[in-house]
């Protein structure tokens, strides 16, 4: 059994391929379902899908936990402890409505896109030339889902102006660019400090992004005399020492 799912997880076979692409439509279906129903009333076939999901989840949470070789290591990863949130949110709407707003943790899953950047790198040229974009969008959108959902999870209580998830992601946005029209605001200490991380993390991966997509396209290749490590793709010379290089290059320009 435990050879089976190491080699679903791990593995190289296309069986393996699919099964770990599905996981990843699934974390991308299941924040597409948080969002979607944070705008109706949650209804005895709302909590039926929450619990299908929830064991999908758990049947993951435990499969990853029983291959780890280092089973120490397993908990000092920051996506374990976003599965366990993941899994309390599934949990919490059980014990009463007024802990319905902690569904939304379950955006943290989008962390766990993160774990097929090696594969998409392997099966997708087009993923290889365009990583650095394509990493700095991720980024982006991680930390604007994840503080979205921050935002939604400790203003719906008590704050009126957060009613849905579409009203702490306007938020968001508007803060993340500097906007702040102020027609919302978030109440309470905790709410500035969300405020606060929004302004000065959102802000730097905003111009990270777009700095990664308004520079000339680079590869990374590392110049065996200076280091450098980024070069123009049709490079034969180090730009700073002058010493050849060998880019391996798919011949595009």
């Given at each position: 059994m435990l050879k089976t799912l190491r080699k679903l997880y791990f593995g190289n076979s296309k069986r393996a391929h699919a099964f770990r692409y599905g996981l990843l439509a699934f974390d991308l279906l299941t924040v597409v379902f948080?969002?979607?129903?944070?705008?109706?009333?949650?209804?005895?076939?709302?909590?039926?899908?929450?619990?299908?999901?929830?064991?999908?989840?758990?049947?993951?949470?435990?499969?990853?936990?029983?291959?780890?070789?280092?089973?120490?290591?397993?908990?000092?990863?920051?996506?374990?402890?976003?599965?366990?949130?993941?899994?309390?949110?599934?949990?919490a709407p059980v014990a009463g409505e007024s802990f319905g707003f902690m569904r939304v943790l379950r955006t943290l899953r989008l962390l766990h896109a993160y774990q097929m950047?090696?594969?998409?790198?392997?099966?997708?040229?087009?993923?290889?030339?365009?990583?650095?974009?394509?990493?700095?969008?991720?980024?982006?959108?991680?930390?604007?889902?994840?503080?979205t959902g921050l935002i939604y999870a400790t203003q719906f209580p008590s704050n009126p102006q957060i009613q849905n998830y579409a009203d702490a992601l306007y938020f968001t946005v508007t803060t993340l660019t500097t906007t702040g029209f102020g027609d919302i605001t978030l109440q309470g200490t905790s709410g500035r400090l969300l405020a606060v991380a929004v302004m000065i993390f959102g802000v730097t991966l905003f111009l990270r992004l777009a700095q990664v997509?308004?520079?000339?396209?680079k590869v990374k290749y590392e110049c065996p005399t200076c280091g450098l490590k980024l070069h123009d793709a049709d490079a034969v010379h180090c730009k700073h020492c002058g010493t050849i290089v060998h880019i391996d290059t798919e011949g595009y320009t």
């Open positions: 948080v969002i979607t129903t944070s705008f109706f009333p949650h209804t005895a076939a709302v909590e039926t899908a929450d619990e299908v999901i929830g064991v999908v989840i758990v049947l993951d949470f435990l499969a990853r936990f029983a291959i780890e070789p280092r089973k120490l290591m397993f908990w000092a990863r920051f996506s374990t402890w976003a599965d366990l949130v993941a899994l309390v949110s599934f949990i950047l090696s594969r998409l790198r392997q099966d997708f040229s087009a993923f290889r030339r365009h990583e650095e974009v394509i990493l700095a969008t991720i980024n982006l959108l991680v930390f604007l889902f994840v503080m997509l308004f520079r000339p396209s």
